[in-house]
């Protein structure tokens, strides 16, 4: 199993080049389902999940170039036939978001069996949502044997009212309103930029959608969908992770080929911290420090709001600042499980339900800690990286399975991170999904 050696006490100076988009890629390679022809997604990012939906895909009779040397960033996938639409939990159970082929394949298909995702490291990740939107356009859906079965002669347009924000069921219902018969207007959407992606390649498909990254949409079912090729947005969260790298080591880091737009609640929030933030060029943000770190309090919330994914990342970062930060989990139930990790390596930080209390400055000292999830695994890179001595994390496929490289874009700006694979372990079990 890979592990990380980091050695903490580097500024960090230069420049890192944001990968595509994780959370967008998914869902867009999903749209493939929804017609015939070809799909090319350009701007990629090289990842765990990605190969896993390439694989879904595949299992599922799709024809998906894997990508080569040259084209590593570029993906073809063409659903001219689906022998077998079924979502297996052999794969499902490494990646939740697998669910986003529940919507694609009662639209094209009008069947589709897919394995009820389960819960995860950071909460129970119900899709009652999706199940509830599908049955409101007509789809009949029986569990059993952990499996979903669901069928649909042809979809119709529907009114749907989300009970509770969420980012796939919002995508999944968007990919099977497309191909219905009739007008779709769903409200309560999650209004996240990768929605907004899936809508850009879903229109470019032919699809006609108004109101996407706003929290009504409103579709206007088409018969069929054509070929498209379309370029993924960069990865905010990513973005927003090398942030606070260049924050929490005090160094010059410009984060380039990103969207700044997407990233104004970090943003905001790290200037709140008193980091000293630019933006050079409509691509990029740069980090340098202020006069000093401050104890800032966040609470998670749906986009545009503080991001549920930057919260374990922020969490380290207020390790260092002066104060105390209270730090609200509103968006999952169990998305603290770096804390206690953070604690071995000297962090002061209570856990009260769904809030941390976390007292700084605090001196950290390296230690061997265990990666639980993507973005808990993050969260102990950023504290290795300013912790007195050499870290080793284990588990880090956790992090491959949303950071393209990350070992690599970290050392070329001065960071001391090695991979150390352990070439006679047994191949890594199936990453728990989260
Ligand atoms: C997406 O997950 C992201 N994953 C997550 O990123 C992200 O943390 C999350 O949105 C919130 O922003 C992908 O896009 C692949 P939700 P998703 O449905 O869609 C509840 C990462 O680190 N809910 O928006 O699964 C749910 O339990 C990952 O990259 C229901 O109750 O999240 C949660 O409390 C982790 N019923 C809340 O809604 C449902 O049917 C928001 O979940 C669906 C969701």
Do not use: W
Not at 206 to 230: D, F, M, P
Not at 354 to 361: F, K
Not at 374 to 395: C, F, K, M, P, Y
Request: proline share 4%.
């Amino acid at each position: 199993m890979d592990k990380f050696v980091i050695r903490g006490g580097n500024p960090l100076v230069g420049t890192v080049r944001v990968s595509g988009a994780k959370n967008s890629a998914l869902p867009c390679m999903a749209a493939a389902i929804l017609t015939e022809e070809e799909i090319t997604l350009e701007n990629i990012p090289q990842v765990r999940d990605i190969d896993t939906e390439r694989k879904l895909l595949a299992s599922m009779g799709a024809e998906v170039d894997f990508g080569t040397v040259s084209s590593q960033h570029r993906t073809t996938i063409s659903c001219r036939t689906l022998s077998d639409p079924v979502a297996k939990y052999e794969i499902v159970k490494t990646m939740r978001a697998s669910s986003l082929v529940l919507g694609p394949l009662l639209a094209r298909t009008g069947m589709a069996r897919v394995a009820m995702p389960g819960g995860c490291a950071i909460g129970g990740r119900p899709i009652d949502l999706h199940i509830k939107g599908l049955e409101k356009m007509g789809a009949t859906i029986i569990q059993e044997h952990g499996y979903l079965e669901a069928r649909a002669s042809r979809l119709k347009g529907a009114h749907l009212v989300f009970d509770k924000i969420t980012v796939t069921g919002t995508e999944d219902l968007l990919m099977a309103a497309v191909l219905a018969d009739g007008e779709t207007v769903m409200e309560n959407c999650a209004r996240e930029p990768e929605v907004t992606d899936l809508a850009a390649l879903l229109t470019a498909m032919g699809a006609n959608i108004e109101g996407a990254g706003t929290s009504t949409i409103r579709v206007q079912g088409v018969s069929s969908l054509h070929r498209a090729t379309y370029r993924i947005n960069p990865d905010r969260i990513e973005a927003g992770t090398y942030l606070i790298a260049g924050a929490i080591t005090r160094g010059d880091l410009t984060v380039a080929y990103c969207n700044p737009d997407h990233l104004r609640a970090v943003i905001a929030k790290l200037e709140e911290a008193g980091v000293r933030i630019d933006i050079p060029a409509a691509d990029a943000v740069r980090v340098r420090p202020g006069n000093g770190l401050f104890a800032t309090d966040i609470s998670t919330e749906e986009y545009p709001g503080f991001p549920t994914d930057m919260q374990a990342q922020y969490m380290a970062l207020a390790t260092q600042a002066e104060g105390v930060s209270l730090i609200k989990e509103n968006i999952f139930e169990n998305r603290f499980m770096h804390v206690q990790e953070l604690v071995r390596m000297g962090a002061n930080i209570k856990v009260d339900g769904r809030t941390a209390t976390v007292r700084g400055p605090a001196k950290l000292s390296a230690a061997a800690v265990m990666c639980s999830d993507l973005r808990a695994s993050a969260s102990l890179v950023l504290a290795a990286l300013v912790a007195d001595g050499e870290s080793i994390l284990d588990r880090v496929y956790h992090m491959d399975r949303g950071y393209e490289r990350i070992e690599e874009k970290l050392r070329s700006v001065g960071a001391e991170i090695q991979r150390m694979g352990n070439v006679f372990a047994p191949r890594v079990p199936a990453a728990v999904a989260d």
